[in-house]
């Protein structure tokens, strides 16, 4: 039994048309059950969901054998003992600092001033910040990221943007653009050599059929 780790929503979304590409069909709309574990119509493949921060824990600890992850939470949440054969162009985004309009960024960069930063990627933040010499203050939050500029939790937020729709309808902007994300394919490396056949062939099919769309 091949099992892999996927999150609801973009990733789950993006991710089919690689399985099908695999020849592998999931059985049931994860929109439509409250099932984890999802059956495909292959006997040996099947889909579990996990928050998408869970992904490279379960892949890693072997709870599942490959996972689709963004490589922002790769970043965040180190991916020590992942094998990561493929970027797979898919959920494509980046991680910014976004401030509220009104918000002088540049005076208060330059001026040395203590930014308060609210950010659920508290470790890209870090690394950022201290690259650039400039002194923050980090609040983690766990979502709704734009509403802490709006309340005075914090001066900038260190968030994921795709279409800047969210930032716009909360009157902030984008000020620093830190790195493009995309989502990795991860693979348990004990699976690899257990599972070589099974998962060489999945990985093959995904290599082909991103290859296919981004010539
Ligand atoms: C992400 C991110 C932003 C939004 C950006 O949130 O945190 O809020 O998408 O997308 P946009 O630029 O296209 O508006 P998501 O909906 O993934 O939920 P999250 O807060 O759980 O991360």
Do not use: W
């Not at 040395?112 to 980090?138: C, N, P």
């Amino acid at each position: 039994m091949i099992t892999l780790a996927l999150s609801k929503g973009r990733i789950f979304d993006e991710t089919l048309p690689l399985l099908a590409a695999a020849g592998i069909e999931v059985l049931e709309d994860p929109e439509k059950s409250r099932k984890l574990i999802l059956a495909t119509n292959q006997a040996g493949v099947r889909v579990v969901l996990v928050r998408a921060s869970d992904v490279p824990t379960y892949v890693q600890y072997g709870g599942a054998d490959m996972g689709v992850t963004g490589k922002d939470t790769l970043m965040e949440s180190g991916s020590q003992g992942l094998y990561q054969p493929l970027d797979l162009q898919i959920a494509k985004c980046r991680v910014s600092v976004a401030v509220r309009a009104d918000f002088d960024y540049a005076s208060a960069v330059k001026q040395g001033s203590r930014l308060k930063v609210a950010t659920k990627y508290v470790a890209i933040a870090r690394e950022f910040f201290a690259a650039k010499g400039v002194h923050v203050d980090l609040i983690k939050l766990y979502g709704s990221m734009e509403l802490a500029p709006l309340t005075g939790l914090a001066d900038a937020i260190v968030d994921l943007v795709s279409t800047g729709n969210t930032l716009k309808a909360n009157h902030l902007v984008e000020v620093e653009h830190i790195i493009d994300i995309s989502s990795r394919l991860v693979v348990n490396q004990a699976a690899l050599k257990l599972k070589q056949e099974p998962i060489r062939a999945i990985i093959d099919a995904f290599a082909a059929a991103v290859q296919k769309r981004n010539p």
